[in-house]
């Protein structure tokens, strides 16, 4: 994907076509850097979309009374199968509330790993902090998760605020409502005895050590 973007972006300047007026114009940034820098903004949103899925997932499996309030939601909203749609997003407010709760209690891990939930789940800032709890996320005073309240910053701030906020935005509701509308998931045997193993791993992204194991069924 980056070496096509690339050769467009080239195939275009030496055609002289019309400027885009974007960053790369005027840019002495050769094809290597521009592959590198395309494969890192790659890279970076599918890792940490991947990630902040899976624990999503492990969220809502401990927390069955969360999944049924989303499939009501959907069911009131969709009817029992059509698929979810980008245009309906705004229309489930729970099921934003439920992403929103997921972004607030996913560990940044990558720049203060060690024991960064005691920051992200404190009491000074949130009521029932270790619960998880969309609720919180509805009705009442709106906290926002864009940079502008201190207490939930899953995207960072300022300049270096993350880019791919407008994606996440609509494409994990998407993801995460299509698996629970969908299917149904249970935990293998042993997990069932054992529960989830929350076991972290740091990297570019913080992980499950043992990724998440579920069975989905068709519903």
């Known amino acids: 994907m980056s070496d096509i973007s690339v050769a467009l972006r080239q195939r275009e300047r030496e055609a002289g ?7 790369q114009e005027g840019s002495v940034l050769s094809h290597d850097a521009l592959r590198v820098l395309l494969s890192d903004l790659y890279g970076a949103g599918a890792s940490t ?3 902040l899925i899976e624990w999503g997932m492990v969220d809502l499996i401990q927390n069955p009374e969360v999944v049924q309030k989303v499939r009501d939601e959907l069911t009131t909203v969709l009817g029992e199968k059509p698929p979810i749609e980008e245009s309906i997003i705004a229309r489930l407010p729970y099921l934003q509330a439920v992403v929103k709760e997921i972004l607030s209690s996913a560990d940044g891990g990558a720049l203060v790993p060690r024991k960064a939930e005691a920051d992200i789940k ?4 949130w009521d029932d902090a270790d619960k998880f709890m969309p609720e919180r996320f509805i009705g009442g005073e709106t906290r926002s998760y864009i940079g502008q309240d201190f207490g939930v910053i899953p995207f960072g701030l300022g300049r270096r605020i993350c880019p791919g906020m407008p994606l996440v935005q609509k494409l994990i509701p998407l993801i995460l409502g299509t698996l629970l509308h969908r299917f149904e998931w249970t935990l293998p045997a042993k997990a069932k005895v054992t529960g989830i193993d929350m076991t972290e791993r740091c990297g570019v992204v913080l992980s499950p050590v043992n990724p998440l194991q579920a069975i989905p069924k068709e519903i």
């Open 122 to 125: 404190s009491s000074e800032a």
């Open 49 to 51: 979309t991947a990630a």
């Open 17 to 23: 076509g019309p400027g885009k007026n974007d960053m």
